[in-house]
């Protein structure tokens, strides 16, 4: 059964870059069975998807945040990581890895933007 594990800093300042990571266990990267996504869900919001990356590396964003957003891997260590540049405020959410498209996910890691 897979395991995903969301971690990062919890408190990032305005304009810096955020990276999050998800370990991800029990599965592989590159099964082409399954694709990886963030989401996310801001204080009184609903969930919002960030964006995603398939069995072949190739990634999908949602066009709100694709300018800011990055998503990569690391097969040797079977890492996903999510890079988002320049935070505001309104970038505050928890943040989900997850895999699909059975819908496991992860715990998820609360990420707050504030100076």
């Known amino acids: 059964q897979v395991q995903l594990q969301e971690s990062g800093p919890g408190l990032v300042q305005p304009s810096q870059t955020l990276f999050l990571t998800c370990a991800v266990s029990?599965?592989?990267?590159?099964?082409?069975?399954?694709?990886f996504t963030w989401i996310r869900q801001a204080p009184g919001k609903g969930l919002e998807w960030v964006g995603g990356i398939g069995a072949t590396g190739t990634t999908s964003y949602s066009p709100s945040l694709e300018s800011r957003t990055s998503i990569s891997r690391d097969t040797s260590t079977n890492r996903i990581t999510l890079q988002l540049t320049s935070v505001t405020p309104e970038d505050t959410a928890v943040y989900y890895c997850?895999?699909?498209?059975?819908?496991?996910w992860g715990q998820g890691t609360q990420v707050t933007v504030s100076s």
């Open positions: 997850g895999r699909g498209p059975e819908n496991s």
């Open positions: 029990g599965g592989s990267l590159t099964s082409t069975d399954y694709f």
